[in-house]
């Protein structure tokens, strides 16, 4: 079997349900939308030692940095004008602004490690194999948002330093003509960082990247499920 049909095979595991009552049930318990959590789990999947719950880690990580997100976005101005001045006010005016805004970084930083720890351990246990080809390569595509969400996000403060690291990463992209200036149009909305680059990296950061990620994690979580428990969350 060539590795194109074992890759589609992995998406696409069973046929529509016919009238048989065996093969509708087996529908519903693989169907991420009917049945997302497993009516049984192996008592091997539930030791620490089995995948040191960093998956669950990162997806809890996650859900921090969303809500904690969710109240900063109350207070924050994405225009050039108003964004540094805004980050002022929520460290030194907010109501336990500046932990909210040190618990919303240092949970994303967290995320990072627990999520890249996490790709090495499914790694080195091959869990990555068949018939978890396609979990892996969703698992490549989180870790990717994961960046660009961090990427976008470190604009946001628009102070001197976030301002010249994403003039030089722009720059980089610049030159990786033409899909990079294709890139750097469709992320900033022209060739200077001003009012159009902030507010779509804040859109981005704020509700499509997060809304995408935690749509992925979700089928993510089922396919671990659906899979089998080698390698875990």
């Known amino acids: 079997m060539n590795p194109l049909t074992r890759l589609w095979r992995s998406i696409f595991r069973l046929r529509l349900p016919s009238t048989d009552e065996d093969e509708r049930q087996a529908y519903v318990r693989r169907s991420v939308f009917l049945h997302l959590h497993p009516p049984t789990i192996a008592r091997e999947a539930l030791k620490l030692k089995h995948s040191f719950c960093l998956g669950g880690l990162s997806f809890l990580l996650f859900i921090v940095s969303v809500l904690t997100g969710v109240i900063l976005m109350f207070y924050y101005s994405p225009t050039t004008?108003?964004?540094?001045?805004?980050?002022?006010?929520?460290?030194?005016?907010?109501?336990?602004?500046?932990?909210?805004?040190?618990?919303?970084?240092?949970?994303?930083?967290?995320?990072?490690?627990?999520?890249?720890?996490?790709?090495?351990?499914?790694?080195?246990?091959g869990a990555y194999k068949t018939p978890r080809e396609f979990n892996w390569?969703?698992?490549?595509?989180?870790?990717?948002?994961?960046?660009?969400?961090?990427?976008?996000?470190?604009?946001?403060?628009?102070?001197?330093?976030?301002?010249?690291?994403?003039?030089?990463?722009?720059?980089?992209?610049?030159?990786?003509?033409?899909?990079?200036?294709?890139?750097?149009?469709?992320?900033?909305?022209?060739?200077?960082?001003?009012?159009?680059?902030?507010?779509?990296t804040y859109v981005l950061h704020c509700i499509a990247l997060p809304l995408t990620m935690f749509l992925l994690m979700t089928f993510h979580f089922w396919r671990v499920r659906r899979d089998g428990f080698k390698g875990g969350m």
Not at 114 to 120: G, Q, S
Not at 137 to 152: C, D, E, N, Q, R
């Open 81 to 125: 004008a108003g964004a540094h001045s805004s980050i002022t006010d929520i460290d030194n005016v907010v109501a336990f602004g500046q932990f909210i805004r040190a618990l919303h970084r240092y949970a994303s930083e967290l995320m990072l490690i627990t999520v890249f720890f996490h790709m090495i351990r499914v790694a080195l246990h």
């Open 137 to 200: 390569s969703v698992g490549v595509i989180l870790l990717l948002l994961l960046l660009l969400t961090a990427f976008t996000g470190y604009l946001l403060p628009f102070d001197g330093l976030s301002y010249e690291a994403v003039s030089v990463a722009k720059g980089m992209a610049d030159s990786a003509s033409p899909v990079g200036i294709w890139i750097n149009k469709l992320l900033f909305g022209g060739d200077k960082i001003g009012d159009a680059a902030l507010l779509r």
